[in-house]
Nanobody, 125 residues
């Protein structure tokens, strides 16, 4: 599967953005989907994930209640709705996918086999 992330941009603190991840190739429903981010000079970190099948959602503590991951109404698309953005959310955001994961791997980037190219989100204070 090939992934294409989009929707990044520049916003002021308190604003909102919606990121999209479009998949091509094998149907996206076969995959666990996730969002990760990497801020300048920092390690890549988990943001959110959607379990394949059940659609169960997982979030990082830092974004819980502000960000919402969802499967799109458009086939083979997932979204990350980001509200109440903070300067600390500034990062390149990546979508990722993997066919098989155990629960303990959901938040682990190295467990994901497929990655999009990233989209930059900049939040100014």
């Amino acid at each position: 599967v090939q992934l294409q992330a989009s929707g990044g941009g520049s916003v002021q603190a308190g604003g909102s953005l919606r990121l999209s991840c479009a998949a091509s190739g094998r149907a996206f429903s076969f995959y666990n989907k996730a969002w990760f981010r990497q801020a300048p000079g920092k390690e890549r970190e988990f943001v959110a994930a959607i379990r394949r099948g059940s659609g169960f959602l997982y979030y990082a503590d830092s974004v819980e209640g502000r960000f919402t991951a969802s499967r799109g109404s458009v086939p083979n698309t997932v979204y990350l709705q980001m509200n109440s953005l903070e300067p600390e959310d500034t990062a390149v955001y990546y979508c990722a996918a993997s066919e098989t994961l155990i629960t303990s791997q959901i938040r682990v980037g190295s467990a994901y086999a497929y990655w999009g190219q990233g989209t930059l989100v900049t939040v100014s204070s």
